[in-house]
C-alpha cells in the first residue's frame, strides 16, 4: 500500500485511493515528478504502474498477470527504468528488463538475473 506523505505541509496521500492492490517498494523518478510501483492484484504477478507524485494519471505499463515485476530502478538521468521480472510460478529464473517510457518499450538485458542497479 503505497501512501506519500509530505512532511512540510504534514500531508499524507493514499495512492491505492481505495483500489484492491498489494503495492510492492516505489521508486522515485529522479526529477522527483513521476513514480514507479509494482502493483498487484491478489494471487497475480506485481505489474509495474507510474504515476504523478500525488498518485494521479496512473498507467499499468506492464500487463503480465503470469509475471512479478519488482526490484524497480529508474536511471540517474532518468530516461529508462531497470527492474526484475520473475514468473511467479515454476522453477524459471528471474531476468533484467528495462522500461523506456518515451517509446513505451522493454528490453531484455539479462537472463538468470536479479536486483539492478545503477553504477555512475
Given at each position: 500500500?503505497t501512501v506519500?506523505a509530505?512532511?512540510?505541509?504534514?500531508e499524507?496521500?493514499?495512492?491505492?485511493q481505495?483500489?484492491?492492490f498489494?503495492?510492492?517498494l516505489a521508486?522515485?523518478h529522479?526529477n522527483?515528478?513521476?513514480?514507479?510501483v509494482?502493483?498487484?492484484?491478489?494471487?497475480?504477478?506485481?505489474?509495474i504502474?507510474?504515476?504523478?507524485?500525488?498518485?494521479g494519471n496512473?498507467r499499468?505499463?506492464t500487463t503480465?498477470?503470469?509475471m512479478?515485476?519488482?526490484?524497480l530502478?529508474?536511471?540517474?538521468?532518468?530516461?529508462?527504468?531497470?527492474?526484475?521480472?520473475?514468473?511467479?510460478?515454476?522453477?524459471?529464473?528471474p531476468?533484467?528488463?528495462?522500461?523506456d517510457p518515451?517509446t513505451?518499450?522493454?528490453?531484455?538485458?539479462?537472463?538468470n538475473?536479479f536486483l539492478?542497479?545503477w553504477l555512475?
Amino acid at each position: 500500500h503505497t501512501v506519500i506523505a509530505n512532511l512540510v505541509r504534514e500531508e499524507t496521500v493514499d495512492v491505492v485511493q481505495g483500489m484492491e492492490f498489494n503495492d510492492g517498494l516505489a521508486a522515485w523518478h529522479p526529477n522527483g515528478q513521476q513514480l514507479a510501483v509494482p502493483r498487484s492484484l491478489y494471487g497475480e504477478g506485481a505489474q509495474i504502474w507510474l504515476m504523478d507524485q500525488d498518485g494521479g494519471n496512473g498507467r499499468m505499463v506492464t500487463t503480465e498477470p503470469g509475471m512479478g515485476h519488482s526490484s524497480l530502478v529508474w536511471c540517474p538521468c532518468g530516461r529508462e527504468l531497470a527492474y526484475q521480472r520473475s514468473p511467479i510460478s515454476g522453477a524459471a529464473a528471474p531476468a533484467l528488463w528495462l522500461y523506456d517510457p518515451q517509446t513505451d518499450t522493454h528490453r531484455l538485458i539479462m537472463e538468470n538475473a536479479f536486483l539492478p542497479s545503477w553504477l555512475p
